[in-house]
């Protein structure tokens, strides 16, 4: 069983929708937590991190973690044809020196 | 102020080759992380340099083995490569006491 599990997808939602993707995980140490976007044969972009249990938001973003639950989420409303990409969802270890990810869940956009 | 920079883009090599990539950190960034992305897997954490020194690997073989220089620039060299080795490689630079760390565009390397 992998430390971080995400649905691949693909997911697939009208242009405007509210696009909910989600990351469980097992080991209860993992501290902050973040959020990339990958576009097609380019390096992780970041996107936000958290540290703490509850809600962060950024423009369209908005993330949130369930430490109790193991379970973490990135929300985007107003979803545009550009933001169709895979997005990872990304916990540091103790140490922080470790970033372990999840497999990555593909996102499209449809205009 | 320049982003995180990895070359080459692209390398084609055969079995048993050794290869050597290249990443210049962020402005500023002191530490540099590698990591290795199979096709259609999320990123896999090879190993951290901070200040010159290895801070943390993760599981994979001796073989991998990088370096950091004063400029904190880093190379990540792979011996004997395998057909497994195809994937493209990370490099990611951050601020000392960050978390936030910030990824190149990636080498893609192919093992023929």
């Known amino acids: 069983q992998k430390e971080v599990e995400q649905d691949p997808g693909p997911l697939s939602v009208p242009e405007g929708a509210i696009v909910s993707l989600n990351c469980t995980y097992s080991?209860?140490?993992?501290?902050?937590f973040m959020w990339y976007r990958q576009y097609s044969r380019k390096g992780p972009e970041l996107l936000m991190y958290?540290?703490?249990?509850g809600n962060k938001e950024d423009g369209r973003f908005t993330a949130q973690v369930d430490k109790s639950s193991k379970y973490i989420s990135l929300f985007i409303r107003d979803s545009q044809p550009s933001d169709s990409a895979t997005y990872l969802c990304?916990?540091?270890?103790?140490?922080?020196?470790?970033?372990?990810f999840g497999g990555g869940t593909r996102l499209m956009v449809k205009p | 102020e320049t982003g995180v920079t990895q070359s080459p883009t692209h390398l084609i090599k055969t079995r048993g080759q050794q290869v050597t990539l290249r990443c210049s950190s962020q402005?500023?960034?002191?530490?540099v992380s590698w990591y290795q992305q199979a096709l259609g897997q999320g990123p896999q954490f090879i190993f951290q340099?901070?200040?010159?020194?290895?801070?943390g690997r993760g599981n994979f073989p001796p073989r991998f083995s990088g370096l950091q220089f004063p400029n904190y620039s880093s190379e990540l060299n792979v011996n004997a490569l395998e057909l497994d080795d195809s994937a493209l490689y990370l490099c990611?630079?951050?601020?000392?006491?960050?978390?936030?760390?910030?990824f190149g565009p990636g080498t893609r390397l192919t093992v023929l």
């Open positions: 990611a630079s951050s601020p000392g006491g960050r978390y936030e760390q910030f």
């Open positions: 080991n209860s140490a993992f501290q902050y």
């Open positions: 958290t540290y703490s249990s």
């Open positions: 990304a916990m540091f270890n103790n140490a922080g020196n470790m970033l372990t």
């Open positions: 402005s500023g960034h002191n530490t």
């Open positions: 340099y901070y200040r010159e020194e290895e801070n």
